[in-house]
């Protein structure tokens, strides 16, 4: 079975195996494909739940992406088909925008191909992006904010964090555009060094800020520093 073509002009179907959760979830997957399941699916799909701190999410990743490796090849790609912060409490509004952003920047940083959040509009447990009548939260306009910083864009390496406890994803557009996201879910930094060149930073609600003296402030929000615009 797999990708096959069921008729002619058809499109290629593509198969996605059963999606698993929790510590036991890459075992039982590993073992599902180990029993036959590796010819029958295109794409490795879990649940990407883990706790309150998004940075969770690299371990998660991780012990999936060892369920794809064929003999130390990647064999297929991996989805995140349904993801937040789920039950756990994750703090005031501010935190909740945080842990979108880092949900998402941190799964495209570690090449997971789709993530889908879970949901939009459900209960305030289950990742709620907006209200019925209020709009969007804090969280939801993080969602939009992070689309515009990463979309289109391309990571040039994985987040990685420092023995401070910052966190640096570094990505490029075309053009020579570079940039980075920064945050600290540990600590407040008042005086992060931005590299050279960078002018500006934007935060989880959308304004732009001048870069001063050659630093920003770092916290648990994570923010984009990049080159100012070209002038005309």
Known sequence: ??????????????????????????????AFLAAGGSSSVDILAFHGYGTGSAEDLNA?????????????RLSMPLWDTEGSWGTTAVG?????????????VLQWSQDVARVVWYAYDNIECWGRL???????????????????WIVGATVTRPCSVDGDGTWVC?????????????WNSTKDLSGYAVPDAMAEYRDLA???????????????SPILIEPGMPSN
Do not use: C, H
């Not at 998660?60 to 130390?72: E, F, N, P, W």
């Not at 005031?92 to 998402?104: E, G, I, L």
């Not at 019925?132 to 689309?147: D, F, K, W």
């Not at 570094?170 to 920064?182: C, F, K, S």
């Open 1 to 30: 079975m797999g990708s096959e073509r069921i008729g002619a002009g058809l499109p290629v179907a593509t198969v996605l195996s059963p999606a698993t959760e929790g510590s036991a979830g890459p075992a039982w997957l590993r």
């Open 60 to 72: 998660i990743v991780t012990s999936y992406r060892a369920v794809a490796l064929v003999d130390g």
């Open 92 to 104: 005031d509004d501010a935190y909740q925008a945080a842990f979108v952003a880092k949900y998402f």
């Open 130 to 148: 907006m209200g019925a009548t209020s709009g969007l939260n804090a969280a939801g306009v993080a969602y939009g904010e992070t689309y515009k």
């Open 170 to 182: 570094n990505l490029t557009r075309p053009g020579g555009y570079q940039a980075e996201i920064v």
């Open 206 to 220: 959308g304004n732009s800020n001048p870069i001063a003296n050659g630093v920003v402030p770092v916290g648990n």
